[in-house]
């Protein structure tokens, strides 16, 4: 069944958009559906062909570079910019060409959309009245809708009156007061200081989770999604990269550009020297090749983390003794740039933790050995 039209609740202002009647129609399949989603702004294509499936209660994440076409595509599923080729399908139902009232979601922006001359409990209650519920029903939604963003008392406030973590909780009470059936929510936290951003991180995750709500959230603060995301969407110019969860995505990166915006990666040109690893330089790394032939150009990439300190009787692969050019003192750990004869130019980073380096000189000119384990090593052809 199709929500019915979400009277009054204007997606424009930031307001959730309402089905009337919830819990009727938990269909089989994904809860939304992208088939070959286009976007073009005259002769600039911002979105090129992109098809993707979020399950039921999936927290899902677009994330990528500045200009990469996540708030396009978040848009286009809102029904606020009409796609120029493809289909939207939510709950089993082609919505493509539904406005944004007919459509069966809540949407949070990263700047406070909150009505000013309204106070929260205005705020909160906004989609509801159109529910045409009693006042008692209201007011009981909206008090339990307070206490679960974690701000009971703030009721009679103003916007105004709240720091920007408190307005933005209310943003989310508000998309979420009438049981929307999609969550969007495009860097609703970004504004925010780091300290509120990773409590409020936590917060809608735990939301998140209770109410089992189907989520799409942009971002490009990677942190962020890999805390939040059930799958991440790696996006770079229009199109999607790669699709897979956290782990997924940071351990198993399919392509250089997902392996370079995740992370702090190294990456040095080799070529495949048999079936036992790579040549680099001079040095011979032992990794797997799978898929590769013999003698075909290959970028390998090591996330500075895999780059660790051993000594020097261990007798660990890809053992390789190097300078210590630089290091940044960072909290937990140090950050280093690693100089080796057997590279030649190029320098390696690698983070040592504190409390790994004790009774290891590492400073500006020291020598010191480390490994890289060949299950650390990301390798891409370059064909
Ligand atoms: N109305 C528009 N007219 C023309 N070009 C647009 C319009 N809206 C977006 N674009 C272009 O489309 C591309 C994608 O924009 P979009 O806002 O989706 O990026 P984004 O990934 O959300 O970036 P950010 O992280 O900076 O928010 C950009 O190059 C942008 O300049
Ligand atoms: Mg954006």
Redesign the pocket.
């Known amino acids: 069944m199709l929500p019915g039209p979400g009277s009054g609740a204007g997606a424009g202002c930031g307001t959730g958009v309402m089905a009337q009647d919830k819990g009727t129609t938990a269909g089989d399949g994904p809860l939304l559906r992208l088939d070959r989603i286009t976007k073009r702004?005259g002769d600039?294509t911002?979105l090129e062909s992109v098809s993707l499936e979020v399950e039921r209660g999936e927290f899902v994440v677009f994330l990528?570079p500045?200009?990469?076409?996540?708030?396009?595509l978040l848009r286009i599923i809102a029904g606020l910019e009409p796609q120029t080729g493809g289909l939207i399908y939510q709950d089993g139902h082609e919505i493509s060409a539904l406005p944004p009232g007919r459509r069966d979601y809540g949407i949070v922006f990263q700047s406070y959309a909150l009505f000013p001359n309204l106070t929260v409990f205005d705020n909160v209650a906004y989609g509801l009245k159109s529910e045409r519920r009693g006042n008692r029903h209201i007011a009981g939604k909206v008090a339990e809708l307070l206490d679960m963003v974690g701000l009971p008392g703030e009721a009679g406030k103003y916007p105004g009156q709240l720091s920007g973590g408190q307005q933005q909780r209310i943003a989310v009470a508000r998309a979420i007061a009438v049981a929307p059936g999609l969550l969007l929510l495009d860097e609703p936290l970004s504004a925010l200081d780091a300290r509120v951003r990773v409590h409020l991180r936590h917060e809608l995750k735990r939301l998140q989770r209770r109410l089992d709500l189907t989520t799409v959230m942009?971002t490009?603060d990677q942190a962020e999604a890999l805390t939040l995301a059930d799958r991440i969407v790696v996006m770079n110019h229009g199109v999607i990269e790669q699709v897979g969860s956290p782990p997924e995505i940071y351990r198993k990166p399919t392509t250089p550009f997902v392996a370079d915006f995740v992370g702090t990666m190294n990456f040095f040109p080799g070529v495949v020297a048999g079936r036992e690893g790579i040549r680099l330089g001079d040095l011979d790394i032992a990794c797997a090749v799978d898929g590769l032939v013999e003698g075909e150009a290959v970028t390998v990439a090591v996330r500075s983390e895999d780059v660790l300190l051993s000594s020097a009787r261990s007798a660990a692969d890809n053992r390789l003794t190097v300078v210590v050019e630089d290091l940044d003192f960072i909290g937990s750990y140090y950050r280093c740039v690693l100089s080796a004869a057997a590279l030649g130019e190029l320098k390696l980073t690698a983070d040592f933790p504190v409390n790994f380096m004790h009774g290891v000189r590492v400073e500006p000119g020291a020598e010191v050995s480390v490994t890289i384990p060949g299950d650390a090593l990301h390798v891409f052809s370059r064909a």
């Open positions: 702004f600039f911002a990528g500045s200009g990469c076409g996540k708030t396009t942009v490009h």
